[in-house]
């Protein structure tokens, strides 16, 4: 076919190029420095440690709830929930330990008289009141994540199905507890969480934030190369007929896959309830579209199979860049939804180019 | 006076770097019946792929009444009047006999784009009456059966006036009536013109049926001429085509007494009917049957992937209540099944993936299942060693890169790894070239001198009498005969399978 | 029957089955619910939110979905606002409204049938890019209508506009999906891609028509909302894809493929969502209430769908033992769908 004796032309040179860039994992990061450098020059504002503390402090919690979906998708599912367990994880965590709530607001919430009421909530001064929080929040991350997992594996709904019903659903749920408004009045040991340390120099970026975000990757990390599940994670997202076959138990690995997608998404809430010192019903909202975006982009295959943390990490960096760069060039909503679109749209004509060359590269 | 319809010229075909079809030369005259005959994986079911513009030839040509024939879709078969009927039914459940008849081609009222349903009604019900299906046009297929389905697609391809209708195992699914009746409709096509091509595995339908028939040997065209030259046996003598003392290593092993697998009364609706097993150690069983036979379907339910209604299961004298892959592989069995790119392989993982797949927790710490990765990547190695695996770095490496004999044994390792005590293989030599034929058989013989209880299924007589201990004959999911060694004989084994169709 | 094909039956019939057991329920927790003025209520409401589920339902049928139906409707709705605000004459503002919303579905079908993106990807994507274009064109304005544009409120006959558009949409989808070449290829798509292509169907053009028909439907839904309304903010058609998917789903529609009706299917499922939007308001259930039914209305539907579909599967397992005699129910069976 191809007259090999042919010396390479430019134009095929340049095509092998981006053939090959289009297949490097670090093209995303490429691109994160490129646009980094593209935004000092428009505006160099975006160096300054202020910004740089306001980038960091929006990676951590995006980082961590990636994290879960990084998982999902390389089973080749997908978990459109994680916003609304962001929501009502914090909804029900600030319920716990709000040191007052105004009776006017709250008393036709479901949670009056129960969780809430007017010298806070119920476990308002108790020394237990944060730890519980924290725990409940995680738990019910848990439990939702359970739920899409069961109604995936054992009741064969579409994955995308069953999230969106759950994201609904959970939603709203929030939304009813806290009557629309938001639980303020949080202890301040509960906000430091969000918080920077507050040391001056280099490392001032230091936060607890930070160390769950890079704990958790690493955890994962560990998990995805290291161990037995990961292994069985790559497997049912390449093949999942073989995978059962070969002895994995599939139904369990995915109910847990989501367990863990749900556990992220509650684990980002603290964080982020913590910098809003408020429960928020809506707080997961503008998260969705972020969230799969920042993964997608970063290389993980919406198709399975494929998928690792370091990835997740550049494109949860590209995706906070690209918002900040939205918000200090002070562009209008409208057209970061149109942004935001276009990202996801990009990063999966990407995924499907890059599984084309793969399929004639045998 | 030769009347050639249809002619193939060096027609040669690669998949993945694996030879399928080596310089095919072959006329076909009009108006006649072509048997096409060979093992698994000899190149048939690729060769009428390609004259059915379900795959391009590499090189070659076809020529259709002395024209270049280069179809790149099968639409363009169905233009020159080629009609493929294949072994996967092609019809939409979920619609009528007429619509499935006409899906590409509706007939429509005049002028307006709407269906004439009562034009194409009338039509389904000729097409209908030529293959003397007694059904009205607007059942939906779901409600048909398997024979019944069969039909249709025979209509299907007399409905657009097809000169060339290609067979492959049509009668798998068939009873016996309507297999009769299938031969009764073929014959009425060649009388009245039509060429046929006819595909089976069934020998004696073969020379029924057949006007000439073509052999196929490892993708070469080996043998091909009138029927009246032919007999079951000189078909198989071509189809093997050496001396079958040498193509097996010399058995090592011997069964032993006591019994690893024992399967009692096992039925399942439409699947199997009271069949009863026992593997003992050491022993290379063999299961032998024709195409849909049920061979496939009883290992499923004995691994645990698909469920039966009756009988029972017992590994080592223990009855087994719940069978399941994972709970199975703790036990100690394997199964290679019969389609390693479905269910066999992680196509695009790496061969070492693959090849740790089944046995990784066996390779890992009790807590966090963290892989001892060196352990892990030594016993893979050695795997490779081992099996002779022809891979550059099988850490890096993907599995789809390998020839079908390197692939089929990533399988195995796979399962070796898992250190079984008992290996069910369906079908290992598939798709496999000669040299690692021999190198499969050797490692199955290696396996079972180890003390392993081997369930061998095959479709091929000479690999089971040159590898099995004893065989088992199953037809229609039934035990029909069971052959010791000394019993071994490849007429006897061949007709005791085809015993159903006889009937 | 055996148990299985009676639990089918069961299945296939459940949208009229549900529809007469919610209609109880309401009618016996307010007797309000049981009027004659409280169902026709219902009926002109379910207009816009009819015809998106038809559109709707010609997706699913493809075994795809349609998540931007809202946007489609939010844009028509906006160009509309602009051009009336303009000055320009209705119908042209109402054509242009219709083009706008279409081209949304243009947009789906390349990304799906040409570029090879997951539905439910590609649609999410247009959801979010297409409200935000929505946006930009009004700038988060809210329009307030003139007058003429309210003749939604005037009936034809003493039926309602908005109910005899969606009528005729309804008859021309169940007259294309019946017999059209088109339509019944559409389901042979959704029962069998890879059989659709080897039998030679064009299923890139098949797939992509569902979508740009789904636009075209859901911008005709924006006009009839806008109409009612009188109105246009920012979020207009919000949710409106979910209510589609619950009605379609609810009505029969499979969310794999090549199962489904518009009539009476589609059309007793929207019926059946909209009783269960006004049931919950006439007992003044909290709105967020009403979501989380919502929710768990599509999600029912939806296990249903997921169990129908199982047990077709198992009851299409080839068998091997064919005996003789062995349930040939063809002979006296009903047509075809």
Known sequence: MTALAQEPTPAIRLRALGRRLLMSEYLILYLCIA?????????????????????????????????????????????????????????????????SANPIIFSKSPLWGSLLSEGGGVLNGSPLGIPVALAVMLVVGLAIGAFNGIAVAFWRIPAFMVTLVTSMFFGAFAILLAKSENIIDLPDSFSAIGDSFGINGALQFLSIAMFIALGLAV??????????????????????????????????????????????AALASIIY???????????????????????????????????????????????????????????????????????????????????RIALQAV | MTDTLLRFEDVSKAFFGVTVLKGVSLEVERGTVLGLVGENGAGKSTLMNILGGVVRLDSGQLLLDGNPYDPAAPSDADRAGIAFIHQELNLFTNMSIAENLFISDFPKRRGLPLVDRGRMRERARECLAMVDLDVSPEVLVERLTPGERQLVEVAKALSVDARILIFDEPTTSLTARETERLFEIIGRLKESGKTILYISHILRDIMQLADAIAVLRDGALVAHGPKASYTVSSMIAAMVGRDLK?????????????????????????????????????????????????????????????????????????????????????????????????????????VADNLSLAALPAFSSRLARAIRSKSLATAVSGSVEALSIKVNDAFHDEAKGLSGGNQQKVVLGKWLMTK?????????????DVGAKFEIYEIIDGIAAKGTAVLFISSEIEELVGMCDRIVVMGTGETLATFDRAQFDREALLRSAFREHVA | MSRQRLTLTILRNMPAILFVLVFI???????????????????????????????????????????????????????????????????????????????????????????????????????????????????????????????????????????????????????????????????????????????????????????????????????????????????LGQGVEFKAIAAAVLGGTSLFG??????????????????????????????????????????????????????????????????????????ALPASP
């Open chain 1, 273 to 355: 309830t913590s910098r809003v010192q408020q429960g928020r019903p809506t707080l997961g909202e503008p998260f969705l579209l972020d969230i799969i975006a920042a993964v997608v982009i970063g290389g993980t295959s919406l198709a399975g199979g494929r998928g690792k943390i370091l990835w997740t990490i550049f494109g949860v960096i590209f995706l906070t860049l690209l918002s900040n760069a939205l918000s200090l060039l002070n562009v209008a909503y409208f057209y970061v939804a149109i942004v935001k679109g276009s990202v996801i749209l990009f990063a999966a004509l990407i995924d499907v180019a890059r599984r």
């Open chain 1, 35 to 99: 646009l980094f450098g593209l935004l000092f020059l428009i505006e160099p504002k975006t160096a300054s440690p202020y910004n740089i503390k306001n980038l960091l402090s929006n990676i951590w919690p995006l980082l961590v709830v990636a994290i879960g979906q990084t998982f999902v998708l390389i089973i080749a599912g997908i978990d459109l929930s994680q916003g609304s367990v962001i929501s009502v994880t914090s909804v029900l965590g600030a319920a716990f330990i709000a040191q």
């Open chain 1, 219 to 264: 955890i994962a990390h560990f998990i995805l190369r290291r161990t037995v599940f990961g292994r069985w994670l790559y497997g049912i997202g390449t093949n999942g007929r073989a995978a059962v076959v070969s002895g994995v138990p599939v139904r369990k690995v995915i109910v847990l896959t989501y367990m863990f997608s749900g556990f992220c």
């Open chain 3, 258 to 331: 090549g199962v489904g009706k518009v009539f009476p299917g589609t059309v007793i499922g929207v019926l059946l969502v909209q009783m269960i939007s006004t049931g919950l308001v006439y007992l003044q259930v909290d709105l967020y209430l009403q979501e989380m039914v919502a929710a768990s209305v599509i999600f029912f539907a939806v296990v249903i769908d997921a169990q129908r579909t199982r047990i077709l599967g198992k009851l299409e397992r080839r068998n091997i033992r064919v005996e003789k005699g062995l349930g040939r129910e063809a002979a």
């Open chain 2, 420 to 432: 079984p005590s008992i290996l069910i293989i369906d079908e290992p030599t598939r798709g496999v």
């Open chain 3, 25 to 235: 329920l309401f009618s016996v927790l307010d007797p309000r619910f049981a009027t004659v003025t409280n169902f026709s209520n219902i009926v002109s409401t379910s207009a816009f939110v009819g015809l998106a589920a038809v559109g709707m339902t010609f997706v699913l049928l493809t075994g795809g979905i349609d998540l931007s139906v809202g946007a489609a409707m939010y844009i028509t709705g906006a160009v509309i606002g602009m051009l009336l605000q303009q000055g320009a004459p209705m119908l042209l503002a109402i054509t242009a409204g219709i083009v706008a919303g279409t081209l949304l579905g243009c947009v789906n079908a390349v990304l799906v049938a040409r570029v090879g993106l997951a539905p439910f990807i590609a649609t999410l994507v247009t959801l979010t890019a297409g409200r935000g274009v929505g946006l930009l064109l009004t700038e988060s304005r809210q329009f307030i209508l003139p007058q003429e544009m309210r003749y939604a409120a005037s009936s034809v006959l003493g039926i309602p506009l908005p109910v005899l558009v969606f009528g005729v949409v309804v008859v021309v989808a169940v007259a294309f999906l019946r017999y059209s070449a088109t339509g019944r290829q559409i389901y042979a798509l959704g029962n069998d891609a890879e059989a659709a292509r080897k039998a030679g169907l064009n299923t890139r053009r098949l797939t992509a028509s569902v979508y740009i028909i789904s636009g075209f439907c859901a911008s005709l839904a924006g006009v009839i909302l806008v109409s009612q309304q009188g109105s246009i903010s920012a979020g």
């Open chain 2, 246 to 350: 040498q193509l097996y290593p010399d058995r090592t092993s011997s069964p032993g007494t006591e019994v690893a697998l024992e399967v009692r009364q096992l039925s399942k609706a439409g699947i199997a009917e009271r069949i009863d097993l026992a593997l003992h150690k050491g022993e290379v069983l063999g299961v032998f049957g024709l195409m849909g036979s049920g061979r496939s379907e009883l290992a499923r339910i004995i691994f645990g992937l698909d469920e039966f209604d009756e009988g029972e299961v017992r590994i080592d004298g223990q009855p087994v209540k719940k069978l399941s892959p994972t709970r199975n592989i703790r036990n100690g069995m394997a199964f290679v099944t019969e389609n390693r790119r479905e269910e066999g392989l992680l196509m695009e993982a790496t």
